[in-house]
């Protein structure tokens, strides 16, 4: 058995597979591979370390038959076509809970950054166009006592609404497909259906795995029943959202801000209008970057691999 890694990932994870005498081979190119270059490697190889976001579709599985599992360097899974791997008996693990603390922290961040309109601030002086002190000018919003909506209150949910809670005493709002007790007890979190979620929440926060269903679930219709003042967060994935109707919504004071980890396609192209809005900060799906996460990242995935190659079930399969 042999194992493919398409990109170079940390080095715990690399000494995880070699103290196992797990056989692999890295991207000799360091380059992003094409479709057909990945294909022609996981043809030759019994399993893939995948990192990025490629498209393992139906196709993919078809030109790949020796492949018996896919450990992902990500939390997030729908970049595979998960009925196309189950139906081959493939199993295919995640990277749950290491990148929880790190992604929340972004969406956390991202949040002050839209309230207090940093990244414009900084813009301006790097434009030469400080000023002099001006009362009326360059004006934010506090946070303290507002309300938090999360969508999708999973791991990463969760330490979003405890920083929030913590830092500015934010009320917990959640939508989600089922309830979280644990999260109402912790957190005095309530549940509340999508619509309310859309009216009561200052800040909105996305934070659930995308499928197909939630395609640009945030849209025209969904922007017009958010209140003015409220902030959009989108550190999930960038499929969340219609660029063009955030566009609207910003320029026509139908939200007060947004804040993006996440944007479709990535990497997002740098004239995109979004990038010249004083109320939209934008970051370049940065949300596991931390030497802690990345490292906890390619622990798991090893571990999805070493379980695979020993026979067992991966630790953290998200098909079985
Ligand atoms: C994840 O782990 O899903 C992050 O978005 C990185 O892809």
């Known amino acids: 058995m042999n194992v493919f890694i398409n990109k170079n990932i940390p080095e715990a994870g690399i000494a995880l597979l070699q ?36 498209n393992l579709d139906e196709d993919f599985f078809n030109q790949c038959p020796n492949l018996k599992g896919i450990a992902l360097f990500s939390v997030g899974f729908d970049s595979v076509n998960m009925e196309s791997a189950t139906k081959r008996n493939i199993p295919v693990g995640n990277t749950p809970d290491v990148l929880s603390r790190a992604t929340s922290d972004v969406a956390f961040l991202l949040m002050q950054s839209v309230a207090r309109k940093s990244f414009f601030n900084h813009k301006r002086i790097i434009n030469g166009d400080w000023g002099s002190f001006n009362a009326l000018a360059n004006l934010g919003q506090e946070l303290y006592g507002k309300t938090l909506g999360i969508f999708g209150l999973g ?29 109402e007890k912790e957190l005095d979190a309530a549940y509340v259906d999508f619509e309310t979620l859309l009216s009561q929440s200052d800040v909105l926060s996305i934070h659930s795995n995308y499928s197909e269903e939630n395609n640009e679930l945030f849209n025209k219709n969904a922007f017009a029943k958010m209140k003015r003042n409220s902030i959009f ?11 063009n109707d955030l566009f609207d919504a910003l320029t026509n004071d139908i939200i007060w801000g947004a804040g993006l980890d996440v944007t479709n396609p990535e990497p997002m192209k740098p004239d995109n209008p979004l990038l010249s809005l004083s109320n939209c900060c934008i970051l370049p799906h940065i949300g596991s970057a931390t030497y802690e996460a990345r490292n906890g990242m390619a622990v798991c995935a090893a571990q999805n691999i070493i379980a ?11 098909n079985e």
């Open 19 to 54: 103290e196992k005498g797990i056989q692999f081979t890295l991207n000799p190119t360091e380059n992003v591979l094409s479709r057909a270059e990945l294909i022609k490697f996981c043809q030759q190889h019994d399993a893939l370390l995948n990192v990025g976001s490629n």
């Open 233 to 243: 967060i989108n550190t999930a994935r960038g499929k969340f959202h219609n660029e």
């Open 308 to 318: 695979l190659f020993e026979n067992k079930k991966m630790p953290f399969c998200v």
């Open 155 to 183: 791991r990463i949910g969760f330490e979003m609404a405890q920083k929030c809670k913590a830092a500015f005493g934010m009320n917990i709002i959640y939508h989600n497909r089922s309830q979280n007790e644990n999260a």
